[in-house]
């Protein structure tokens, strides 16, 4: 469970744009805040870790003393910031690309200037923004940043999605349009069709005209879960064990076959989407949830001419697709606004931190994305 330190125990540095390095207290008693003359952030508390491990054991919440906010920077007000399984993994030590420890958690959020720089241009105090592309540090109060890490968005979004539209509904889009050209009509096929990924794809896809085939795992409530994918735009939704057949194409009713697919289990799930998919094929895998390989046939290569692909959205975004992005921000937040873009969060007070964590880790069993409320 995370504990509360009081600010006598840490002391945010300014480092660049960023108030995610620490000190202990032995060091912090040898510094002085800067002049009252000079523009400070609020105190702010945060979700911080010193060591990688287990996140309801490494991490707690601390009070962080104010820093100065420079000429060209923003100190934002965060309203929510989302608990995702890579920021677990972050915590973890086992995510490909982390902050240095001692961090703070947290990838991307949504917030309300609270005050700026004397060279900032665009942004007022009041504007509603998200970290574009997202940065490490999210879970805390208040955050100063250099401006061109924070874009403006709709004050009319919902804070919730304006909170969580970048990792998992950009993804999303990235895949559906960055491998093969889809046209309406044609479909596409994911296991994972739960996650807010697979809802999202199911989302737009829709929205374009293009099916989709969904595997679920198995499990209680199955038929359940199936009838919300539907209302959502799935086509088509099984569950792994339906598929233990010898002609899974069999199935699809009508609908074309496949010429995109996603993977984000691995195992059996990531070879029954080679099986739906049609010659020439491709199948992008964006996580393992599963911790298996994936095993391909011979066949697979030879006779259909499959391709395997990879994505990963922070690679994607740092090859000078930050400005890019923005405007696909736009895009997601509009079909959200909308009624075209949903999925299912709940909304934790930041003082609860703790439980939100644990729903998160999967301790109370399958619950909804976490959100954190500052």
Known sequence: MASVVRSGAWKALKNGSTSESFVHLHRFQTLRVRSFSATMSPPSKAVVYEQHGPPDSVTRVVELLPVEVKENDVCVRMLASPINPSDINRIEGVYPVRPQVPAVGGYEGVGEVHSVGSAVKGLLPGDRVIPSPPSFGTWQTYIVKDQSVWYKVNKESPMEYAATITVNPLTALRMLE??????????????????????????????????????????????????????????????????????????????????????????????????????????????????????????????????????????????????????????????AREGKLKYEMEVTPFDDFHIALDKALGKQGSQPKQIIKF
């Open 178 to 335: 960055d491998f093969v050209t889809l046209n309406s009509g044609d479909a596409i096929v994911q296991n994972g069709a739960t996650s807010i990924v697979g809802q999202c794809i199911i989302q737009i896809a829709r929205s374009r005209g293009i099916r989709s085939v969904n595997i679920i795992r198995d499990r209680t409530g199955s038929e359940e879960v199936k009838q919300k994918l539907r209302k959502l735009g799935a086509d088509e939704v099984f569950t792994e064990s339906e598929l233990e057949v010898k002609n899974v194409k069999s199935l699809l009713a009508g609908l074309p076959e496949p010429a995109l697919g996603f993977n984000c289990v691995g195992g059996n799930a990531a070879s029954l989407v080679l099986k739906f998919l049609r010659q020439g094929g491709t199948m992008v895998t964006y996580g393992g949830m599963s911790k298996k390989p994936i095993t391909v046939s011979t066949s697979s290569f030879i006779f259909k001419n499959l391709s395997l692909r990879g994505f990963w959205l922070q690679k994607w975004m740092s090859a000078d697709k930050a400005k890019e992005c923005r405007g696909m921000i736009d895009y997601l937040l509009d079909l």
